[in-house]
Nanobody, 124 residues
Framework: QVQLVESGGGLIQTGASLRLSCAAS????????LGWFRQAPGKEREFVAA????????YYADSVKGRFTISRDRDKNVVYLQMNSLKPEDTAVYYC?????????????????WGKGTMVTVSS
């Protein structure tokens, strides 16, 4: 059974920071990739960041590189998304996602299991 529960969203001002958390229950996987996606109102879902099961490899969308950091706590089974220098265009529902196996190019567009999302609103 796979369960992903996001938390940490909210309303914040431009330039502020926010950290999202995703509690992951991945009992069936020995190797997996964890990721964050977002979907802004009226737009398609887009890849934000991903991290390998070991935590040694990370991947980012160009739009967030240098501002967002993905990390994980293997002991707690939590993956984080630290978001700095937030902009109004970062406003979206942020989803945690996972797939078994090592990172694949297809993860830039889709993963297999999803959380319900947490809303982040950045006011100008």
């Amino acid at each position: 059974q796979v369960q992903l529960v996001e938390s940490g969203g909210g309303l914040i001002q431009t330039g502020a920071s926010l950290r999202l958390s995703c509690a992951a229950s991945l009992r069936t996987f020995s190797v997996y990739t964890l990721g964050w996606f977002r979907q802004a109102p009226g737009k398609e879902r887009e890849f934000v960041a991903a991290i390998s099961w070991s935590g040694g490899d990370t991947y980012y969308a160009d739009s967030v590189k240098g501002r967002f950091t993905i990390s994980r706590d293997r002991d707690k089974n939590v993956v984080y998304l630290q978001m700095n220098s937030l902009k109004p265009e970062d406003t979206a529902v942020y989803y945690c996602a996972t797939s078994p196996g090592t990172f694949s190019q297809r993860f830039y567009s889709d993963m297999d299991y999803w959380g319900k999302g947490t809303m982040v609103t950045v006011s100008s």
